[in-house]
């Protein structure tokens, strides 16, 4: 009879070599465990401490809110604008989600800030005043000339109160129309000009037949020319140097359209 191939019984260095890998193996997964254990709860607090801080965002912006009256309290111009600035910095900060709770509080607070700084308009508040935002971008003829640098001192005793601008009767034209509906202060440091366009869509490329929205002050500044979506903004030292805006059709050689705008106090 022919004999049986038998495989030969395998080393033991190959079987210890097995058991070793095993063994590796359950310390790995054991350590894994501990570290979840152990780490875990470490992160679930460094979690809730990433919650503490965003919620209390809010309580800073309110907290900013008091600061501002206490120095409007004071009537310095200066102590004035470096709390709104202050305030404007933080709400910035807020997440949208939050940003509904407190914003109006805020923005009550932030007008009266800029209503006061109108009444006292002195150099120092304006270059340090408050918090400013980038205007919308301009090119060409379309950059809006620079504002004066000094503006004259007033009583620090006069009254906070304004006497608001006229606004004029929008008497628009039967083909094409601007109107200013609102002149709104918000939490980015800029006031937004919300508007309407009626019987064209603005372009400032100056090609034949274009239309486009000029917006300007009540001093006879330099306009800009605008082609963009409603709001315009404005800056907050816009808003203190300034009574009203004014809004009115273009053509492509930048020829007002009669009566085809408005203006609206800023404040």
Known sequence: PIPLHRPAPAPAAFGSHRAGW???????????????LVAGPALLRDRGSETTVASGSVANTRDAVTRLRAALVTRDPLTVA?????????????PPQERASVEAEAVQAHLEAIQFLRAHPTPEVLAAGPDRAPSPPTTGDDVAAPLPTTVPREDPSAPTT??????????ASPTR??????VKPT?????????????????????PGSYAVRFSFDDGQEPTVWDGPSPW????????RFQQVCAVVVDADRVEQP?????????
Do not use: M
Not at 82 to 94: G, I, K
Not at 187 to 207: C, H, I, M, N, Y
Not at 259 to 267: D, F, M, Q
């Open 177 to 182: 129309s601007v109107a200013i509906t609102a």
């Open 233 to 240: 903004t404005i800056r907050v030292d816009h808003a203190i």
């Open 22 to 36: 095993v063994a590796a193996g359950l310390a790995v997964a054991a350590a894994a465990v501990v570290v979840a």
């Open 162 to 171: 304004t006497v608001a601008s006229p606004v004029s009767t929008t008497i």
């Open 187 to 207: 939490l980015d440091g800029t006031f937004a000009v919300e508007f309407t366009v009626k019987g064209f869509t603005p372009d400032r490329s100056r090609k």
């Open 82 to 94: 470096r709390a709104d600035a202050e305030l404007v910095r933080l709400a910035r900060q807020l």
């Open 259 to 267: 009566r085809s705008g408005n203006c609206v106090a800023i404040l």
